[in-house]
């Protein structure tokens, strides 16, 4: 197999843990968003230990998801958030996952197509993107939803929009039959009972992002990215490191040059403010974030050399704090380039 100079260290445990948690705070079982291939960890291997844990419920957004998740573990159901498009028909009929209903239009081709087969269907509440609205529900007599769902816009904010949701959603739960009703994400599992109906997905809060500071104390970590050193070299007093020479050495410095960059994920926003680990040694970054290579000042690690393994600091709040993109950006946009390796 070929070597790899990046590698992401995934914490099946904390994985495991967090859903747990995720699974106690109400009454509602919690299902898992393996969508973007599982946020970037491996949607296949997210999913095999989610199951592991209890999990039966999985949602992703495309009929191509669903085609890489197969086969599901037994017992488990998944479902296609995107619906099912004007192409998407023989696929959906072809496999076990249910299609979420979003439109008028989709609702007229499953109504057309699957007949009485299950699917499940979103209702907007508040959010404008996909779902029906509340005065389309007629649509769906006849047909046989396993979940009507809809999805919180500001469920990590403290915003009335939470509430009126929440009445709304209610509203049509009274109006429209289904097997389940599932309204909260991560964030709107920490808003309280009331907000689980019979069923939850979560995302974020799985992977150790944390959506609501009622979770801080609870979600673990579960991403930590690691990249291989190329070079050790001293930088001289004057000298300065990487593009646009904006950090400059008031002292001769060493520094390490790691293997990874924005290309990996590893954005430009972190210069100035990203550091890596090494034997419990900090290692500053120095200059800015290249395609592919970053600068770390390496003085307090005598023993780092070329070849070795160095931790980038990647707690997600702390790093969405410093940086200004969402947890979410984190954990989607690391590259493939990274080995993804269970632990």
């Known amino acids: 197999m070929t070597h790899r100079a990046l590698r ?84 959906a009929l072809a496999g076990a996952a249910r299609p979420v209903l979003n439109t008028p239009q989709q609702v007229a081709r ?21 779902g029906l609205r509340s005065d389309e529900i007629g649509l769906l007599d006849g047909l046989t939803i396993d979940t009507l769902m809809s999805h919180l816009a500001s469920a990590d904010e403290d915003s009335g929009l939470n509430r009126a949701q929440l009445e709304r959603f209610s509203a049509v739960r009274s109006a429209v039959p289904a097997r389940r009703y599932s309204l909260a994400n991560s964030a709107g599992i920490c808003l309280g009972p009331d907000f689980g109906f019979d069923l939850t997905r979560p995302g974020l809060a799985l992977y150790g992002g944390v959506p609501r500071s009622e979770a801080a104390a609870a979600i673990a970590q ?13 930088v001289r007093a004057g000298e300065s490191v990487g593009y646009g020479a904006t950090w ?15 290309a990996d994920g590893y954005l430009r926003y972190f210069a100035g403010k990203g550091r890596a680990q090494y034997g419990g040694l900090d290692l500053p970054l120095v200059g800015r974030v290249s395609m592919d290579l970053i600068a770390l000042d390496c003085s307090a690690a005598a023993e780092l ?29 690391l590259s493939d380039r990274f080995g993804r390796l269970w632990t």
């Open 110 to 130: 499953w109504k057309e197509a699957a007949g009485d087969r299950p699917c499940d269907v979103m209702i907007d509440t508040g959010m404008n993107r996909l």
């Open 248 to 262: 400059v050495a008031k002292i001769d410095t060493e520094v390490a040059i790691a293997n990874v960059g924005y």
């Open 222 to 234: 579960v991403v930590f990215p690691e990249a291989e050193i190329i070079q050790r070299r001293t």
């Open 305 to 333: 050399r070329e070849g070795d393994w160095v931790a980038l600091d990647y707690d997600l709040p702390v790093a969405a704090e410093a940086t200004g993109l969402s947890q979410y950006e984190l954990l989607t946009g």
């Open 8 to 91: 992401l260290r995934l914490d099946a445990d904390a994985l495991k843990s967090n859903w747990r948690w995720l699974q106690r705070q109400g009454d509602a079982p919690a299902g898992a968003a393996v969508k973007a291939d599982g946020y970037g960890l491996g949607a296949m291997e997210v999913t095999k230990r989610l199951a592991e844990a209890g999990c039966r419920d999985f949602f992703i957004s495309t009929w191509a998801e669903a085609e890489a998740l197969s086969p599901l573990p037994e017992g488990a159901s998944l479902s296609v958030l995107h619906g099912v498009g004007p192409d998407d028909i023989e696929a």
